[in-house]
């Protein structure tokens, strides 16, 4: 069996003032410490990723972005590159978000254009997909799937691969408090790992981690996170208090 490394990352959305930024890194770089044995990253809003970066700096927590250009350079008023964020101290870059997809109207074709960039340029990928309800509803789920992970990760090579992470979001889930049973999460995540094997072979397949998000809790996340194909949470609410956080990475740790 593949061992993975358990993932877990905190999605703060277009919550937090700048101090509320300052110190929630702060209290997550305290509880983790050194302590490597989980994969832990926050992802705060853009203004705040520098003093949140300063925050985490000499802990093992790494720093993600909630998005990214799907360009280098140049004209494109609001964007902000994958350099920039390099700079800012960004390890990781979450793509493809559903409230991306569905409320801002992002397609396949552009976020299979960030997911290139992103990594052309060095950052690690938190690729986001999942069914919305009606999709479910109508039995879509797996179709959903491969399609948005064909279009998603066409075109990329086998070191590019090494530095994506998919996170599994049904839009149903997200922010309603309806978390996936550990069952449908694992259900999903094979399938998923199933289509990789398919379509790019059992290395790519074993070694991708596949992380499970919307409405994860302290309370909920061991039975996803025991699932064999759940490496990990991408955790939306209770990512903003730092004790709901660091008790779904100390579960990861269990
Ligand atoms: P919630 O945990 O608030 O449901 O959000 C999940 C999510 O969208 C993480 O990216």
């Known amino acids: 069996m593949p061992t993975r490394k358990k993932f877990v990352a905190g999605n703060w959305k277009m919550n937090t003032t700048l101090a509320e930024a300052k110190a929630l890194a702060a209290a997550v770089a305290k509880g983790v410490g050194a302590d490597a044995r989980v994969t832990v990253a926050v992802c705060p809003p853009f203004p705040w990723l520098t003093a949140a970066g300063e925050a985490v700096r000499g802990s093992a927590v790494a720093l993600g972005a909630q998005d990214v250009a799907f360009e280098k350079k140049g004209a494109f008023t609001g964007e902000v590159s994958p350099a920039m964020l390099l700079d800012a101290g960004c390890t990781y870059a979450i793509v493809g978000h559903s409230e991306r997809r569905h409320v801002l109207g992002e397609s396949d074709a552009a976020i299979n254009q960030k997911v290139h960039t992103a990594l052309e340029e060095g950052l690690h990928v938190i690729l986001c997909m999942g069914e919305t309800l009606a999709e479910r509803e109508r039995g879509l789920q797996e179709r959903v799937f491969q399609r948005q992970v064909f279009a998603a990760c066409a075109g990329l090579t086998d070191e590019q691969f ?6 599994y979001e049904p839009v149903w ?4 408090g309806k978390v996936a049973t ?23 397949a074993d070694a991708t981690p596949i992380l499970y998000g919307g409405s994860v809790t302290a309370d909920n996340a061991a039975g996803l996170l025991h699932q064999p194909d759940v490496d990990g949470a991408l955790v939306g609410g209770a990512s903003l208090k730092a004790d709901s956080f660091l008790a779904i990475v100390k579960a990861a740790q269990g």
């Open 173 to 176: 889930a997200i922010g309603t």
């Open 182 to 204: 550990p069952e449908q999460a694992q259900e999903a995540h094979r399938f998923v790992r199933g289509k990789l094997r398919l379509l790019y072979g059992d290395k790519i």
């Open 162 to 167: 090494a530095r994506l992470v998919i996170a």
